[in-house]
C-alpha cells in the first residue's frame, strides 16, 4: 500500500477523534477537591445537588485563562443557581497564589484547587480554559472551550438554562460622514 498525503491525514484525523472520544462519553467526571478560600471539602455530587454543575478549569499562570476569566465571571453571575451548579478549578496554584488571584480579580464563585496532578489525565485533553458541563448523574453533558461573548451562550445552553433575551436598539437617522 502507498501512503498519499491525504491517507496520512485522514489517519491522523482518525487518531485524534479517538483520542478526544473519551473526554465525550467519559463514565465519571467526580471530584474531590479543597475549596479555597473557605476550606471546604467539594465533591462534583455536592457541587450538582440534582442539577447539572459547570467546572471551569484553568490555571493562574495562563495567558489565554487569564483573558477569559471576565468571561467565567460573567457566566457565573448568569447562571441561575436554580438551574445549575458551578464551580471551578486551578490547577496549578499553590493556595497562597490561588487566594491572592481571587482576591486581585475579585473572584465571586467557589475555587477549587487541583494540587496532585490526578485531573490532567481526566479533563484536560482540550487545554486550559475549558468549561465542562456535567449532568446530575456525573457523566459529560458537554464542553466549550469557546472565547469571547459566545462562550457564555454556550455553556448556559449545554446546562439547561436560555440566554435572557437581550433588548435590540435601533438607531435611525444616523449619518457618517
Not at 467526571?29 to 484553568?58: D, M, N, R, Y
Not at 499553590?94 to 490532567?120: D, K, Q
Not at 459566545?150 to 439547561?160: F, K
Amino acid at each position: 500500500m502507498s501512503w498519499t498525503p491525504t491517507t496520512a491525514v485522514v489517519i491522523i484525523a482518525l487518531a485524534v477523534l479517538l483520542d478526544f472520544s473519551g473526554v465525550a462519553y467519559a463514565a465519571d467526571f467526580g471530584f474531590e477537591l479543597t475549596e479555597v478560600t473557605s476550606g471546604e471539602q467539594v465533591t462534583a455530587e455536592s457541587s450538582s445537588q440534582g442539577k447539572p454543575v459547570v467546572v471551569h478549569i484553568w490555571s493562574a499562570n495562563c495567558p489565554h485563562c487569564r483573558l477569559h476569566m471576565p468571561y467565567a465571571a460573567k457566566l457565573y453571575s448568569e447562571l441561575d443557581p436554580e438551574v445549575a451548579g458551578f464551580v471551578s478549578i486551578c490547577v496549578d496554584a499553590t493556595p497562597e497564589e490561588a487566594r491572592r488571584y481571587i482576591a486581585e480579580r475579585e473572584l465571586a464563585f467557589p475555587v477549587l484547587l487541583e494540587e496532585s496532578g490526578w485531573l490532567g489525565d481526566d479533563y484536560l485533553k482540550l487545554g486550559w480554559p475549558t468549561t465542562f458541563v456535567l449532568n446530575p448523574d456525573g457523566t459529560l453533558a458537554g464542553y466549550s472551550d469557546t472565547q469571547g461573548p459566545q462562550y457564555i451562550t454556550e455553556v448556559l445552553e449545554l446546562a439547561g438554562q436560555s440566554q435572557p433575551e437581550t433588548e435590540t436598539v435601533v438607531i435611525r437617522d444616523v449619518e457618517i460622514s
